[in-house]
C-alpha cells in the first residue's frame, strides 16, 4: 500500500495507434504504471484472421514494438507494465515478450491472465441451457444457425493486482474491460478489497477516461476553440488516490488540453445508462462531480460504485459472408434520375438484387445548385452487395459497374477500380453467469493461479444523484425571442458504437444550457433530427452533475462494425451531424451561454 495516489498513464487507444506514445510517456514525466488498451469487438476478429494465417498469432504486435523501446527505462524506474495486446494469445504475447526482453539482457518478470476465451465453451453452455441470447435483440444463439469464431468474456482488474502483488513488472491481459487496466493497478497500489466499491468505482471512471488515449486531451472534440496548443495531443495521466477519486493530465509540455469539457467528452464515450457495469464494480457515472485542478488538471469525485452484476458480458464473433462496395458518381444536373438508372442497369446485368443475400444502396447527395467547382456538383451512389459465395460479390459485382461506362448515364465514373470481395463478421452480445469464468493468473515462475469471480455483496450501497440541486430542477422560462440555429451552439457531443448500438452523448458548459437541453431534447425529437433513427428504439438517459445526456439508438448500426454498410459504420460523427441540426434556441439562452 502506498500513501499516494498512483499514476496510471495510457499510451495507446486503440491497435495501430501512435508507436512512440509509449516512450513519450515513460520519458515525458514520472509515472507509476504504463498501460495501453489495444482491444475493440473488431480488433478480435482482425486477430482471429491473423490466427488463420500463423497459429502464434492473435495478439497486438505494435506492443512488441513499444515494448523495445521502452522496456529496460521501465524496469530501471519501477514502471509496472500493464496492456490487453494479448488479445487472443495471451501466452504466445507473453512468450515473444520474454525472447525480447532475453536479448536485450533485461530481466523482467513477465506475467499473464487467461480464462476469457470461451469458444471451445459454447457447445457445453448450450447443452447446459444458457441461452447464450443476444443482447439487443433477444434471440438465442442456437436460433442462428452460426459458427462463432471467438468468444470471449470481459475480466475484471483483480487477475492483474493479483499480478502485481506477486512481483510481475509486466502483465499482458486477453480481453479485459478496457477500465480494468487501471482498476486493478489502482486496486494493487491501494490494498483495496474486493467489496471497496466506491473507490473501485471511482477507479473505473479514470480507466474509462483515459482508456481511449488522446480522446481525454483534447482529440475528437468538439469546441475546437478552447483547445489554443494545436500541437498533437498528448496521452492521458490518471492520478488514482486510495478513496477512488482522481486527477486526469497530461505530461507538461505536451499538446492539446485537459478540461472539465474533454473529461465529460470521454466518459459518455460509448456508455449506455449513467450505471456503468463492469466485472468488479457497478460505476454510477451520475454520482461523479468534475472539477478543475490546475492548467490541465481535472479532478473526478463522488464516484459511488455498487456489487457487480452476476452475469459477465462475453462478445462472440461469427464468419457473417462476403461483401463488396463500389461507389459511382453522378454529376450535374438529374442526379436522382441517373441515379435510379445506374441501379436499374447494374441489377439487370447482375440478374436482380435478389441474386445477393442482402443489398444495401446509398445516394450520397454532396451537389449543389450552380456548384463553383465539379468536385461540388457531384453526388455518390454507394452500392455494397453481400452474400455467403464470393464469387456472387467478388470481381463479378465490380467488374458489371464498369459495363455502365459507355452505355450507362451522363459523366460515369467510380471512386475506385473494380475491388475483389472480402469476408466480414457478425458481433453477437450476450451474457453468462460470472461464476463460470475460470479466470487464471500464471505468474513470472509459471505457478497458476485461480482468481475467483467479484462478490456480489446485498449490502452494497447503491449509487445515487447528487445533483438535486434547485438550480437544475425547474426549467427555465424565456420572455425572448427564439433563433433556428444548429443545436450545437449550445451543446457539444461525442458518439461512437456499442456493438450494433450507436451512442450519442451531448452536454453544455453550464447549468442553464443543460436545464434547456433537457426540457427540449426529447426522443422524439432526436428522431425528427435524425432520420435514420425512426423507427428504432432510443434509449435517454441524464447526467445532470455532468450537465449531460446520453443516447443509444439500438440496432442503427447493424449487426456491428465489421458487418455494417453505413459509410461511417462506427457512428463517430453521428453526434457532430446532431450539432449541426438546426433547432429553436432562445436568444437569451444564447447570449449568456456564448459570452462564457
Not at 480481453?175 to 493497478?185: H, I, K, M, Y
Amino acid at each position: 500500500m502506498h500513501d499516494r495516489p498512483v499514476r496510471i498513464a495510457n499510451c495507446s487507444g486503440f491497435y495501430g495507434d501512435r508507436i512512440a506514445a509509449a516512450r513519450e510517456m515513460v520519458e515525458g514525466g514520472p509515472i507509476d504504471v504504463l498501460s495501453g488498451d489495444y482491444l475493440a469487438e473488431l480488433t478480435m476478429l482482425i486477430l482471429w484472421k491473423a490466427r488463420q494465417k500463423d497459429p502464434d498469432a492473435g495478439y497486438a504486435t505494435t506492443f512488441l514494438t513499444q515494448m523495445e523501446q521502452v522496456l529496460g527505462t521501465c524496469l530501471d524506474r519501477g514502471i509496472k507494465i500493464v496492456a490487453n495486446a494479448g488479445g487472443l494469445n495471451p501466452s504466445g504475447l507473453a512468450n515473444r515478450l520474454r525472447e525480447l526482453a532475453d536479448r536485450l539482457r533485461l530481466p523482467a518478470k513477465i506475467s499473464y491472465i487467461t480464462g476469457d476465451d470461451l469458444t471451445d465453451r459454447l457447445g457445453g453452455l448450450l447443452r447446459s441451457g444458457h441461452l447464450l441470447a443476444h443482447l439487443d435483440n433477444g434471440k438465442p444463439l442456437a436460433q442462428a444457425g452460426v459458427e462463432p469464431v471467438t468468444a470471449n468474456a470481459y475480466l475484471g482488474g483483480w487477475g492483474i493486482a493479483e499480478a502485481l502483488g506477486a512481483g510481475a513488472d509486466v502483465v499482458i491481459c486477453p480481453r479485459v474491460t478496457d477500465a480494468s487496466l487501471v482498476v486493478g493497478p489502482a486496486a494493487w497500489w491501494h490494498g483495496w478489497s474486493r467489496t471497496d466499491y466506491h473507490p473501485l468505482a471511482g477507479a473505473v471512471a479514470a480507466g474509462h477516461v483515459i482508456e481511449c488515449g488522446p480522446q481525454a486531451t483534447g482529440g475528437n472534440y468538439s469546441w475546437l476553440d478552447e483547445i489554443t496548443d494545436l500541437r498533437r495531443p498528448g496521452f492521458p495521466i490518471a492520478e488514482v488516490a486510495a478513496d477512488g477519486s482522481s486527477v486526469i493530465t497530461k505530461h507538461p509540455g505536451t499538446g492539446g488540453l485537459v478540461s472539465p469539457g474533454t473529461v465529460t467528452a470521454q466518459l459518455l464515450y460509448e456508455i449506455a445508462e449513467p450505471a456503468y457495469r463492469n466485472p468488479d464494480v457497478v460505476a454510477h457515472f451520475d454520482t461523479l462531480c468534475l472539477d478543475t485542478d490546475g492548467p490541465d488538471r481535472v479532478r473526478i469525485v463522488g464516484a459511488q460504485g455498487s456489487a457487480p452484476p452476476a452475469e459477465a458480458k462475453v462478445a462472440i464473433n461469427y464468419r457473417g459472408g462476403y461483401r463488396n462496395t463500389m461507389t459511382l458518381v453522378l454529376t450535374g444536373l438529374d442526379i436522382a434520375e441517373k441515379a435510379a438508372r445506374a441501379e436499374r442497369e447494374l441489377f439487370d446485368i447482375l440478374g436482380g438484387r435478389e441474386a445477393f443475400a442482402e443489398v444495401d444502396t446509398r445516394l450520397i447527395r454532396y451537389d449543389r445548385p450552380d456548384a463553383p467547382g465539379n468536385e461540388q456538383a457531384t453526388a455518390h451512389l454507394r452500392i455494397t452487395v453481400k452474400d455467403p459465395d464470393p464469387r456472387k460479390v467478388g470481381r463479378r459485382f465490380s467488374n458489371a459497374t464498369m459495363e455502365l461506362a459507355l452505355g450507362g448515364y451522363a459523366g460515369f465514373h467510380t471512386t475506385t477500380p473494380p475491388t475483389s470481395e472480402s469476408a466480414y463478421g457478425v458481433y453477437w452480445p450476450t451474457l453468462v453467469p460470472a461464476d463460470l469464468i475460470e479466470q487464471v493468473v500464471v505468474l513470472p515462475d509459471g505457478t497458476r493461479r485461480a482468481v475467483p469471480p467479484a462478490p456480489r455483496s446485498p449490502d452494497a450501497p447503491p449509487g445515487s444523484p447528487r445533483v438535486a440541486t434547485p438550480e437544475l430542477l425547474p426549467p427555465p422560462v424565456y420572455s425572448g425571442s427564439v433563433t433556428r440555429t444548429p443545436l450545437g451552439r449550445v451543446c457539444a457531443a461525442r458518439s461512437g458504437d456499442k456493438g450494433g448500438n450507436a451512442n450519442i452523448g451531448l452536454w453544455t458548459r453550464d447549468a442553464a444550457a443543460f436545464v434547456w437541453l433537457r426540457e427540449h431534447l426529447t426522443i422524439e425529437r432526436l428522431r425528427a433530427l435524425l432520420p435514420e433513427a425512426r423507427g428504432l428504439p432510443i434509449q435517454r438517459h441524464e447526467l445532470a452533475n455532468l450537465y449531460a445526456l446520453n443516447f443509444v439508438i439500438v440496432g442503427l448500426l447493424g449487426d456491428g462494425v465489421a458487418s455494417s454498410t453505413r459509410p461511417d459504420p462506427q457512428a463517430k460523427g453521428l453526434g457532430e451531424y446532431l450539432r449541426s441540426r438546426h433547432v429553436d434556441i432562445p436568444v437569451e439562452l444564447l447570449s449568456t451561454t456564448e459570452g462564457r
